[in-house]
């Protein structure tokens, strides 16, 4: 670990510590507050040690829900080991100085949509839905957005193992199993942006982890391309 001067030097030492204070509800109900603030120190520290060790990378605002998910499971040494991966592979999108990359990603998810179900894609389209509603499920890992430790675990388990674009098929497949709701909305981007960015806490992960996987055979990254940089043009 670099010295604390060393962490408290770069730029972006501030903004981290401002998100961890903030990352109260990422803990376990009923933790000891003095365990608590333990676990802030050392998810300060594990970020810092990534961001120094990998110079070119950008902190961003949502990193930290990735990393405290790892350091309540596995301790800080072997966090540390699996973000320097991590941040260099499967969240390397996110941590450009500018979000171009991450939202390239994003469009990627109106184009599995439209494979699945045309119908609920115009529909969304004619709305004017965006992807907005599913940024902070993108960039945690859906460690921000869920509230059961179970369920976080159990995608972080599913993502490391797959390629870096699962999340956004994830999206995609809980947007669909929703599908009914949606179109049952008058066609408003506020109305169907305010349903979408709630994710409902009784949703079948398994059979939703099921569907985003075959998802992503049917409908490979490489078969979506073309549309997905269409969609960016029309964004």
């Not at 333990?38 to 594990?46: A, G, K, R």
Request: hydrophobic share 40%; aromatic share 10%.
């Amino acid at each position: 670990c670099p010295d604390k001067e060393v962490l408290e030097g770069h730029r972006d030492y501030n903004q981290v510590v401002l998100d961890v204070n903030r990352s109260i509800k990422r803990f376990p109900p009923g933790m000891e507050e003095e365990i608590r603030l333990s676990y802030q120190d050392q998810l300060v520290e594990t970020i810092m040690r990534v961001l120094v060790h990998q110079p070119h990378l950008h902190y961003y605002q949502g990193y930290h829900d990735v990393v405290v998910t790892f350091l309540l499971v596995v301790e800080e040494d072997l966090t540390f080991a699996l973000m320097n991966e991590l941040s260099t592979k499967h969240l390397r999108e996110f941590m450009y100085k500018t979000m171009d990359q991450t939202n390239q990603m994003l469009n990627y998810l109106y184009p599995i949509i439209a494979k699945a179900s045309p119908k609920l894609e115009k529909f969304m389209l004619e709305a004017e839905t965006g992807t907005i509603f599913c940024l902070p499920w993108l960039i945690t890992w859906y460690g921000h957005v869920l509230n059961d430790f179970r369920h976080i675990v159990r995608l972080y388990d599913f993502f490391i193992a797959c390629d870096p674009l699962m999340p956004i098929y994830l999206a995609a497949a809980i947007v669909l199993y929703r599908e009914s709701e949606i179109l049952s909305l008058e066609p408003e981007m506020p109305i169907i942006h305010s349903l979408l960015s709630r994710i409902p806490h009784d949703l079948p992960m398994e059979k939703l982890i099921t569907h985003a996987g075959d998802l992503f055979v049917q409908y490979p990254p490489s078969m979506l391309e073309e549309e997905a940089n269409k969609h960016q043009q029309r964004g």
